[in-house]
């Protein structure tokens, strides 16, 4: 299976995460908007054991954000990398964070109820107030 790397801007944490990911989306969802300082951010989820960090686990600092969201940042840089979700076991790699673009493209908007009112939306992509259902 072909592995994709990713980095923080620093380069300090480096991570690789296996192309095959379940689903993948736009997320407005405030905390997502707060975190990337944009209208949201582009995510792939995958199960946990095809994400592995390659190097720079000490500068992973886990802030937790709800107890269905665990952000994951560089403590040097700042840049946000991927979310831990413990319930479901599924990590959300944020695509900037990625060195090359996986197969799998943004198949939806989701959490536009938080969506920025400056942001408007202009492409065909389904949009869902909260997260689609799976």
Known sequence: MTAITGSCVCQAVKFSVEDQFLY?????????????????????????????????????KRFVRSAESVTCFCTNCGSTLFGEKPASGLI????????????LRPQAHMHVASKPDWYEITDTLPQFSEFPPM
């Open 24 to 60: 993948a989306g736009y997320c407005h969802c405030s905390l997502c908007r707060k975190a990337s300082g944009a209208a949201g951010t582009a995510i792939g989820g995958i199960q946990a054991d095809k994400f592995r960090v390659l190097s720079g686990q000490a500068q992973i």
């Open 92 to 103: 959300h790699v944020r695509y900037g964070a990625l060195d090359s673009s996986p197969s």
